[in-house]
């Protein structure tokens, strides 16, 4: 008996547009009505938030329409390889935590500045805390990002493409932290 192959599901862009476009304008009603400047950051006002909301509205509909796209196909997704894995690692290492001065600090640079935290003041004097805080740093992120970066891997056959959609997922987070609480300003 034979099986015929069953070809990965194809996700519209049109499909991506309108929930962008939706998710975009909630955000832009939420930004609006609920949330509260932070006391020392610079927000978008008005309608200067609406880039940052089309960004932040654009990332989620891509991961919304390749998770419809592959709903019925989830145990293939999430079948690690090392694609995936060095998909999910990168965005970890290129994910925005704060925004100082419209310049995202990223937790790859956190994680090189624990790095060498840890090996400046010697294995000796590392306490059980920060080594566990800097595991947290990569683990937590990574997987949260691994089953979009597996939805990326396995719903877009370009690599182009494939690169521009990890692109667009850090401009997402950065826009969400932008709408969120703003750009931190450095006061002295």
């Known amino acids: ?18 929930v962008a ?10 930004r609006v009505v609920w949330i509260e400047p932070l006391p020392a950051s610079v927000q978008p006002k008005g309608w200067m938030a609406l880039p940052f ?25 999430l079948h690690p390889n090392r694609g995936r894995i060095i998909g999910a690692v990168a965005l970890t290492a290129v994910t925005p935590f704060a925004v100082f001065s ?7 640079g956190r994680l090189v500045f624990g790095v060498g935290y840890l090996t400046n003041n010697g294995l000796s004097q590392v306490s ?10 990569i683990l937590v992120p990574t997987l949260f990002w691994y089953p979009i970066s597996c939805l990326i891997v396995s719903g877009i ?11 667009l997922m850090f ?13 931190q300003r450095f006061t002295l």
């Open 1 to 18: 008996m034979v099986v015929a192959p069953v070809a990965k599901p194809t996700v519209s862009i049109a499909g991506v547009g309108a």
């Open 21 to 30: 476009a939706t998710i975009a304008a909630v955000c832009m009603v939420v």
């Open 53 to 77: 909301a089309l960004l932040f509205g654009l990332g989620v509909a891509a991961v919304l329409c390749l998770a419809w796209a592959n709903r019925k196909r989830w145990r293939v997704v």
């Open 102 to 108: 419209w310049m995202p600090w990223i937790i790859g």
């Open 128 to 137: 059980f805390e920060d080594v566990l805080s800097l595991l947290a740093l």
């Open 157 to 167: 056959k370009s690599r182009w493409v494939r690169v521009a959609v990890y692109t």
């Open 171 to 183: 401009w997402a987070a950065y826009s969400a932290i932008i709408l969120m609480m703003g750009t």
